[in-house]
Each structure stands twice: as C-alpha cells, then as structure tokens.
C-alpha cells in the first residue's frame, strides 16, 4: 500500500447516510403539507444530490414545484440536514477499522464526493472519520465535480499522490464513469446507493463487505 492514493466516495461507500438525507427530504415534503416518502423510494437517489431527492419526492407524491420553490426547499433541506447530520448515519461496518490500516500501511487516503465540502467535513468531523483522510474534495471544491475526471485527479494531487498509483472506491455509475474517464482502477461495493445493479456498475471489482477491501486493493496494485 506505499504510495498509494485510495480515493473514496462518501454517501453510500464510506457512510450510511441515507437515514437522515432521508429524514431531511421528508422534512421538506412536510413542508408542503405532503406525507412522508417511504426510504425505499428515495435510496436510490442519494447518489444524485439534494435537489434531485426533492424533485425525485414531489414526483413521488404527485406534485411539481417551480424552480424557485425547489430552491426554497433546497435551503430548508441543507438547514435541517446540517443540524442533523449524524443523527443516525455511520461509518459502513468495517470501514473505519480498514482506513486505519490502510493508513499505517503507507497509504494515502482521500475522499471524493459530490456532497458540498463543508458538509462532508462537517459529517466526518462528527463521525471521528476526518483525521484518517489526507485530503477531500466535495462538489464545490474545484471547479468541476464527478464524473469530470478532473474532480478525482484533484483530489489526488490534494493527497499529495499520483493517479499511476491510484484506485477510486464508489458505489455508483457517476463513480466508476469518473473513474474510467481519468483511467483509474475502480472498486466498487454493494451496499451503497445505487439505481444500478451493482454487478453491473463495470467497476474491477465489487466488493460486499469492507472485509473484503484490502485483498481487492492488493490485487488491482499488483497489477500496476
């Protein structure tokens, strides 16, 4: 693992945030005087941001907001969920003991998510997850976000690291095509937020538990 950059994607791979991005969507359907969106329904949006949640919830229940209220719901979203946070979500099993051997194994660690920056520090912050990382990246960090490739070479070079060197963990097709684009290996789990079958993501491999991570990583290294 010297002189590797494991990049990973947040909501739905390093963290089961889906409890209270839930939570807060649903808040802004009480907002609107609608019934709350059964979890099922909007899991598989997570990986598309707040915004899409929401229109993703109003189509759900049969209604349509104008772009301006959607912006209103949008600011009332990340209030609440600001406050919130880590009411309910945690790190995936296993994954915080895996970080910390990753790290003393010589690697280096990053995190690239299209949450904006200052809520995922906030988050990892209050997990006790943000000193594992050498560098992260959120949507509002660079320029471009995912899946622009330039989005996941930033976050490696904030890692002081080296995309030869490199392999992206995620759970979603923007994860694996921003992987791809910038030539990146790419691992990908089953367990995250999805709205394809993760066998058929296209990652190099596809992990179920985090136990099964750092066999996956020695092996995609050892064919660099």
């Not at 990049?7 to 409890?19: E, M, R, S, Y």
């Not at 994954?95 to 995190?111: E, F, H, P, W």
């Not at 006790?128 to 976050?155: I, M, W, Y």
């Not at 904030?158 to 979603?172: E, F, K, Q």
Request: charged share 25%; with cysteine; aromatic share 6%.
């Amino acid at each position: 693992m010297r002189e590797a950059t494991i990049v990973f994607d947040l909501d739905g791979t390093l963290v089961d945030t889906a409890p209270d991005l839930i939570h807060a969507t649903n808040h802004t359907m009480r907002l609107c005087g609608l019934p709350p969106v059964a979890a099922a329904e909007l899991r598989p949006w997570i990986g598309f941001g707040a915004r899409r949640m929401i229109v993703e919830a109003l189509r759900y229940s049969g209604h349509e907001r104008t772009d301006d209220e959607i912006d209103d719901l949008l600011a009332e979203f990340l209030t609440h969920y600001s406050a919130n946070i880590a009411a309910a979500s945690q790190p995936f099993d296993g994954a915080r003991d895996v970080l910390k051997r990753l790290r003393s194994a010589g690697a280096r660690l990053a995190v690239c998510t299209n949450k904006r920056e200052a809520l995922s520090r906030q988050l990892l912050t209050e997990l006790d997850l943000l000193d594992l990382f050498d560098a992260l990246a959120g949507r509002d960090t660079f320029p471009v976000c995912k899946p622009d490739p330039e989005h996941l070479f930033g976050s490696i070079r904030l890692a002081n690291g080296h995309p030869a060197r490199a392999i992206m963990v995620g759970d979603s097709p923007t994860d694996i095509a921003t992987a791809r684009a910038a030539g990146i290996r790419v691992v990908a789990v089953s367990f995250g937020y999805t709205d394809v079958p993760a066998e058929h993501l296209g990652a190099d491999v596809l992990i179920d538990h985090y136990t099964q991570l750092e066999q996956a990583l020695s092996d995609l290294l050892a064919c660099a």
